[in-house]
Structure formats: structure tokens, C-alpha cells
């Protein structure tokens, strides 16, 4: 059974996990209104991946013997200026993101929490790649500039980009990622 501060913590992470979707979600509506459907896709992905998180976490608390509070969810912004204004960020919202797991990691050590502490780390690795991601995708856009030709590349490129998680988890985590196999 997690502590009353880990519980906590757990669900505010639930929460940011939940907006990082609802962002992303929005961004990809936004892309897609521009005409640039591999934008539009990427962020279609990326939400994908953040709902998992959330679900990931959701279980992990129900697991425990605790109870998961969903909190409201901010309101993202919706639009943006270019896709470089985007990726730019998504790189600061991962990095908050990182914060976060950190602080939790952080927060499992103090109370001696090994299960959790351990669960968490599949996250700050996760945040590795996600931060990789978006600095190559900001890399790519600089070196674009304002070249439209490069930018429809880019989308083309980013476009192809494949969901590689579940995205039914109306049996849970376990069953979806055994069914995605």
C-alpha cells in the first residue's frame, strides 16, 4: 500500500499525464487545420503514448490498495505560430514532465518505497527518448528554417511515425500490451 503523500503525488502525476494528451491532442488539431497531416499524426502518436503513461500510472496505484482521484484538466493552448513554436514546446512541457518523475523517484526514496521507486524508473528512461525526440525534431526544423520545401519533408517524414502502444485498456495494461503483441 502506497502512503498518503505517494497516493498523492501519484494521481497529480495521473493529472499531468492526462494534460500531456490533451496538449498533444490539441497540437494535432492544429497541425492538421495547417495541412500538415505528418504533424498532425506525430502528435496523434504522442498522445497515444501519453494516455498509456496515465493508464500506467492509474493501474499501478489500483494495484496498490489506493484509490486514483482524477483532478480536472487545464485547458492546453490551441494554437500556435509554427511547428518549430510547437516542438519547442513540447520539449519544455517534457522537460517539466522529467521534473515531475524525478521528484516522485525522488519523493519513493525518502519514504523507502522499493515498489514504487522501481516502477518509476521505466518513466525517467522514457524521458530520455521523449526529450530525444523532440530536440532531433527541433534540430530538423532549424536546419529547415524557412524553407517550405524542407518543412513538407519534415511532414512527410514525422508522418510516418507508428503508435507502438496499446491504445484499448478496457481490460487493462497488462491484456492490451499482451494483445499488441
Given at each position: 500500500m502506497l502512503s498518503r503523500k505517494m497516493e498523492s503525488a501519484l494521481n497529480g502525476q495521473i493529472n499531468n499525464e492526462m494534460y500531456s494528451a490533451y496538449l498533444y491532442m490539441a497540437m494535432s488539431s492544429h497541425a492538421n487545420d495547417r495541412g500538415l497531416k505528418g504533424f498532425a499524426a506525430w502528435f496523434m502518436v504522442q498522445y497515444h503514448e501519453e494516455m498509456f503513461h496515465a493508464m500506467k500510472l492509474y493501474e499501478y496505484v489500483q494495484r496498490q490498495g489506493n484509490s486514483v482521484k482524477l483532478e480536472a484538466i487545464k485547458?492546453?493552448?490551441?494554437?500556435?505560430?509554427?511547428?518549430?513554436?510547437?516542438?519547442?514546446?513540447?520539449?519544455?512541457?517534457?522537460?517539466?514532465?522529467?521534473?515531475?518523475?524525478?521528484?516522485?523517484?525522488?519523493?519513493?526514496?525518502?519514504?523507502?518505497?522499493?515498489?514504487?521507486?522501481?516502477?518509476?524508473?521505466?518513466?525517467?528512461?522514457?524521458?530520455?527518448?521523449?526529450?530525444?525526440?523532440?530536440?532531433?525534431?527541433?534540430?530538423?526544423?532549424?536546419?529547415?528554417?524557412?524553407?517550405?520545401?524542407?518543412?513538407?519533408?519534415?511532414?512527410?517524414?514525422?508522418?510516418?511515425?507508428?503508435?507502438?502502444?496499446?491504445?484499448?485498456?478496457?481490460?487493462?495494461?497488462?491484456?492490451?500490451?499482451?494483445?499488441?503483441?
Open positions: 485547458q492546453p493552448p490551441n494554437t500556435w505560430k509554427s511547428p518549430m513554436e510547437m516542438f519547442q514546446q513540447t520539449l519544455k512541457h517534457e522537460q517539466f514532465i522529467t521534473s515531475c518523475f524525478n521528484e516522485l523517484t525522488e519523493l519513493a526514496i525518502k519514504e523507502k518505497d522499493h515498489a514504487t521507486q522501481i516502477f518509476l524508473q521505466w518513466y525517467v528512461t522514457e524521458q530520455v527518448e521523449e526529450e530525444e525526440n523532440d530536440n532531433e525534431i527541433i534540430g530538423m526544423l532549424k536546419v529547415a528554417g524557412d524553407n517550405t520545401h524542407a518543412l513538407m519533408m519534415i511532414d512527410r517524414d514525422i508522418g510516418s511515425r507508428g503508435t507502438t502502444v496499446p491504445t484499448d485498456y478496457s481490460r487493462g495494461i497488462e491484456a492490451a500490451l499482451k494483445a499488441a503483441q
